[in-house]
């Protein structure tokens, strides 16, 4: 009786699970594994590739080409830690806007908690193009944002085609990616240990830091997450609101598949980014996790 129960749960976990494998490997795995074989073979003279084993598309990033054929050029990384800072400042200025938010949302009727939701998801329903094309509309210099400017100080500003353009189109785009799991987290809030701190003497700051903040940390991991990964290797925002003076990784992707056709080149860029993007995630996962209440009873 046990062993059939066991063998049921196999297959119904083996039937749920199955369709999602089998999509992911056929849409995910499969491409990432051509695309890590590609960044080691040699780019082909009219685009495509030649299969022979070529490791100075790595050269060319992390300077070991040898000169001749390929050069090191210090770009590369410089546009990559550029990248790394937009997405590292786009997930500080999110998680600032939306645990306000969130938590100011978590304690409203439920009936206004769902108004406020549908708001926050609303901009969902339009596509992202013309979402960005608005921006543009509003940060160009006869736009809203420099009238008012030009009203309170007399000055144009040339808000477009400059970093701080990008920065309001990643976070703009990127709040419901990181309401969502703030909300989930700051909603399942014990307030009876928000009210025991407030008797046991402590301030509106202790507690948020001691007991609210610790406890949405879970929330707060999950949407830096979520915001960082999409913003590190993002093109459609600086290609619109950047313009040809605000340049990061995802755009050199871009430009070498579609328009250099240097495949294999473009394939070691996007694996610069996977690789770094996954040890940076590591490490600060596990460095907030040591941190974390409980954390170290669970390690025991």
């Known amino acids: 009786m046990t062993q059939s129960l066991v063998t049921r749960q196999r297959i119904q976990l083996v039937s749920l699970l199955g369709p999602v494998t089998i999509f992911l490997g056929i849409f995910f795995a499969i491409p990432l594994g051509i695309m890590l074989v590609y960044s080691f073979l040699e780019p082909g003279l009219y685009g495509g ?7 100075l598309n790595f050269g060319r990033i992390l300077g070991w080409a040898d000169g001749e054929i390929e050069d090191f050029d210090l770009v590369y990384i410089l546009i990559f830690l550029k990248s790394i800072r937009l997405a ?15 938590y100011w949302i978590s304690r409203l009727s439920n009936k206004w908690k769902s108004f406020f939701i549908f708001l926050i998801t609303l901009p969902f329903f339009v596509s992202l193009v013309v979402r960005l094309f608005a921006w543009m509309l509003i940060l160009r210099p006869t736009g809203f944002i420099n009238w008012i400017l030009k009203s309170l100080f007399n000055e144009t500003y040339f808000m477009i085609y400059s970093e701080p353009a990008v920065l309001i189109g990643m976070v703009y785009i990127f ?15 014990d307030q009876s240990l928000i009210e025991a ?3 046991l003497g402590a301030s509106r700051l202790q507690t948020f830091l001691r007991v609210i903040f610790p406890m949405t940390l879970p929330g707060v991991i999950g949407g830096s997450i979520i915001v960082f990964i999409p913003s590190v290797g993002n093109f459609v925002v600086p290609s619109l609101l950047g313009g040809a003076k605000v340049m990061m990784i995802g755009n050199m ?3 070498q598949f579609l328009y250099a056709r240097n495949w294999p080149f473009g394939s070691a860029l996007a694996m610069m980014i996977m690789a770094s ?6 490490i600060y996962v596990s460095m907030v996790t040591r941190g974390t209440p409980g954390s170290e009873t669970l390690q025991g």
């Open 49 to 55: 590739v030649e299969w022979n084993f070529y490791h």
């Open 88 to 102: 590292l400042t786009t997930v500080i200025c999110s998680l600032i806007v939306c645990y306000p938010a969130a």
């Open 175 to 189: 709040v419901p990616f990181m309401f969502m799991p703030l909300y989930a987290s700051i909603e399942k809030l």
């Open 197 to 199: 701190s407030y008797d």
């Open 253 to 255: 992707v871009y430009q």
């Open 277 to 282: 993007v996954l040890g940076l995630l590591v």
